[in-house]
């Protein structure tokens, strides 16, 4: 059994890398135990979980990532016949018509509510017009299984296929591409990079059922029978009973990092969901980059991790874990110095509630610093481990 990267099937900012859950999961916790991610981003810690055959419970603010995650288990289904539904998906995708003005049918279906016109400003006409092809075929797709690898795909090459090639953060900020960048896109073939992109969705969940234990049916089973993944503010949310969770391993929104919402702007607009200031999985997101030049970003992020600290001291049983991925900041400038000591203080905080255990350093790589200024000077991040004590 090895980890399974949700980040090779949906690009997200900011996930931590599979091992991390895959690894503090089997050495603190035995099959059947439920594991919990309050901030399950697009399902890193839900996915080790399930895996490795214990109950995985997810909670995530982006309506984005809760419907990658929620499609996502769908796949894992381990009746299902990957390689079968994956050639479906490929020969339904193959009647494109060049003739045809998809983005018109959109218009005209009253009941579909893709914002195909906030779409257009990203896409050249060629390329919109392919995608529009796909929307209208996942819409009308009624097999649960191929519509689920379909709205991952279609999700993440949103931005595969974009015109906007600077980053997350021009997409998140809403810097619509320019004429230059339109002009370099026009070949993108957008039907093939979603043909090839369902085929490794699925033969890359396909490959982890095949290492799986013998009790994943049983679990699977006992999974699919309830809700365990939910679109909510972890801070107030209650479908979770208190001592029920034997793990909490979760990265935490960083402070004035990531936003995780706008990032996702071109998949909010295919759900039909606009991202104007009184959006509310913006409202209620913790730490969003965008909160950067307000004057009490730094303490109104450490208010909201101690709420969230309250709840999962509840949340965890008596004897169990919470491991928490949070930022290492240097003294580089005034702004880390302040991150810095606001990491701090929910360290501090959440050493009130549970005991800390232990701390684990680790260098956060080249690649995922360089992906934004943000990240230039976080040079390493660490693991604490909170243990729940019995009562005697």
């Known amino acids: 059994m090895y980890p399974f990267d949700c980040r ?52 995530e603010n982006c309506t984005v990532a809760a419907e990658f995650t929620k499609s996502m288990f769908l796949l894992f289904d381990p009746g299902l016949d990957h390689l079968t539904v ?39 006409p060629n390329v919109l017009n392919k995608l529009a092809y ?34 997350w953060g021009c997409i998140a900020d809403n810097m619509k591409p320019n004429e ?31 290492f799986v234990s013998d009790d994943y049916r049983v679990v699977y089973k006992e999974v699919t029978s309830k809700k365990t993944i939910f679109q ?16 909490v391993v979760t990265s935490p929104t960083y402070p004035n990092m990531t936003d995780y919402v706008k990032s996702q702007r071109l998949s909010y607009y295919w759900l039909g969901l606009s991202l104007t200031k009184d959006n509310a999985d913006g409202l209620r997101e913790i730490g969003a980059r965008r909160k950067r030049g307000m004057k009490d970003s ?48 929910v360290i501090s905080n959440f050493s009130t509630l549970l005991s800390k255990e232990k701390e684990i350093e680790r260098i956060v790589p080249a690649g995922r610093k360089s992906h934004n200024i943000k990240w230039a000077t976080l040079e390493k991040e ?8 019995k009562k005697v």
């Open 180 to 210: 230059a960048q339109k002009k370099d896109a026009d070949n993108v073939d957008a039907i093939r990079i979603f043909q090839n992109h369902v085929k490794r969705l699925l033969s890359d969940v396909g490959n982890h059922l095949k």
């Open 8 to 59: 090779k099937h949906h690009w997200y900012p900011a996930t931590f890398i599979p091992a991390i859950p895959f690894t503090l999961i089997e050495i603190l916790t035995q099959p059947q135990a439920t594991i919990y991610d309050p901030f399950s981003g697009i399902g890193t810690t839900y996915f080790q979980a399930l895996l490795l055959s214990r109950k995985p419970f997810a909670t």
């Open 382 to 389: 660490k693991i604490y481990i909170f243990r729940k004590n």
């Open 298 to 345: 730094i303490s109104n992020y450490v208010d909201d991790m101690k709420k969230t600290n309250e709840k999962l001291a509840r949340t965890v049983s008596e004897g169990g874990y919470v491991c928490f991925v949070l930022p290492e900041f240097g003294n580089f400038n005034q702004n880390d110095v302040e991150r810095k000591g606001s990491i701090q203080q």
């Open 86 to 124: 994956a050639n479906e998906i490929c020969r339904e995708t193959e009647n494109f018509d060049s003739q045809k003005i998809y983005p018109d049918e959109i218009r005209k279906t009253s009941d579909f509510t893709v914002l195909i016109d906030e779409l257009s400003y990203w896409y050249t």
């Open 134 to 167: 796909l929307f209208l075929l996942e819409k009308k797709e009624k097999d649960m299984y191929k519509k689920a690898a379909m709205r991952i795909t279609i999700s993440a090459i949103l931005r595969t296929t974009c015109c906007q090639d600077r980053g």
């Open 232 to 247: 909510a503010d972890n801070r107030d949310f209650n479908e979770i009973a208190d001592n029920s969770i034997d793990l």
